[in-house]
């Protein structure tokens, strides 16, 4: 399992690099590239045409939005979980920030981004203790299920405007 996982953070690195840099090549030439698009259909359907990128851009840009919300809150949940656990004295959990902000990061991998955020932070804190791993495992798990059936639905559901249970379902 370890070539796998190594070959998907490989591949969602990758992706997110390509996803910023493409991001930016269209921010500078968003016009030019519709307009080609644009040029290349039938006079009688450019509207329909510039209509349908626009769509689809807007589309696209709430998705986005959605999932990075999703991620900022189940990493900050994340987070403030193990920093009461880590107050409270109940157990030790080293590095929390950075635990919470990877199983955040992961989080934003469709559908097996949490089972990543949940393995790979459980495998890191197992490091430093077997109680430290146990706690990681309860609260990544925990939030994983409230994030899949609780707020994930909702937060797509408003930036996407699908029903809930299509969020679930899909």
Do not use: C, H
């Not at 921010?27 to 040029?39: G, H, K, Q, T």
């Not at 955040?104 to 955020?117: E, K, R």
């Not at 791993?133 to 937060?155: G, H, M, W």
């Amino acid at each position: 399992t370890a070539p796998t996982l190594i070959g998907d953070i490989g591949g969602f690195l990758g992706n997110l690099v390509l996803i910023f840099v493409m991001g930016i090549y269209w921010i500078n030439s968003r016009e030019r590239v519709a307009s080609f698009l644009v040029d290349l259909v039938p006079m009688g359907r450019q509207a329909q045409t510039r209509a349908m990128l626009d769509e689809i851009e807007v589309g696209l840009g709430a998705y986005v939005r959605g999932i990075v919300l999703v991620s900022v809150i189940v990493g900050f949940l994340s987070f403030v979980a193990m920093a009461i656990l880590n107050a409270t004295g109940i157990v030790n959990i080293p590095n929390a920030g950075s635990l919470s902000f990877f199983y955040g990061l992961a989080t934003a991998i469709p559908i097996i981004g949490g089972l990543i955020g949940v393995a790979a932070a459980t495998g890191l804190a197992l490091l430093s203790s077997p109680a430290a791993a146990a706690a990681v495992l309860i609260i990544t798990f925990v939030l994983q299920q409230v994030e899949n059936y609780y707020v994930s639905p909702r937060i797509m559901s408003s930036s996407t405007r699908f029903d809930e249970i299509l969020v679930i379902v899909f």
